[in-house]
């Protein structure tokens, strides 16, 4: 088995310096919703702001592609869904979340999006939920083969999230950055594991490329 930490290690030092990485939009995201939870319910222009950051992070992310729904709604289409899950599900921002917690805002997700004819995978679902409560990793294809890799199942449920937080237990967190939740942590590391660490390879490379040419 890998060591964790150490991948860990290697996944914030390959960015660290990179004060505009595409890592930092899931920060950006989450900094905003936890800071702001209450008064987002409050005030409609911090209603108005927050649908922006999770469209954007969303984006960046990789979930306005052609083939998602998503890419034909703008940001304001998170609105509604955003209110009802700070409303119903403030309590994903405790500490020791539990699989049973979080499933209401799964269904709430899964329902909202399927009512707005766009398709509510375990990927899209995963990440609005990353990036607002940090409480699940992002089922993506990378994050998936990196559990293929531990033996874990490739999809979302009660079995393989309470895998995952024995697994976080191993992590010193005290290494890493302290706004990252136990789950931001374990989504790096299989992230990274399951394709990220190529995928990132292959950017700076091109970006590299890029610069001596000119």
Known sequence: ??????????????????????????????????????????????????????AFYLASWGMYRGSSNLLWNDYKIHKTLIKNLLEKCDNLYKTNVQFDDIKPAYDEIKKYYGEHNIT???????????????????????????????????????????????????????????NYPPMRLIDAYFWWIGGGKKAHQKHSAKKHKAIDTK
């Not at 899931?26 to 649908?51: G, R, T």
């Not at 940090?134 to 895998?163: E, M, W």
């Open 120 to 178: 509510p995978t375990d990927t899209l679902i995963t990440k609005v939920l990353m990036g607002i409560f940090g409480c699940v990793p992002a089922y993506d294809n990378f994050f998936k083969k990196g559990l293929s890799k531990h033996k874990i199942t490739q999809r979302f449920n009660k079995s393989s999230y309470k895998k995952l937080q024995n697994l976080s237990d191993k992590i010193y967190k005290k290494n890493f950055p302290n």
């Open 1 to 54: 088995m890998e060591d964790i930490n150490k991948i860990l290690d290697e996944f914030f030092n390959t960015w660290k310096d990179d004060t505009n990485s595409r890592y930092l939009s899931w920060e950006h995201c989450y900094k905003f919703f936890k800071s702001n939870k209450i008064k987002i319910l409050k005030d409609e222009n911090l209603l108005d702001l927050a649908s922006l950051n999770l």
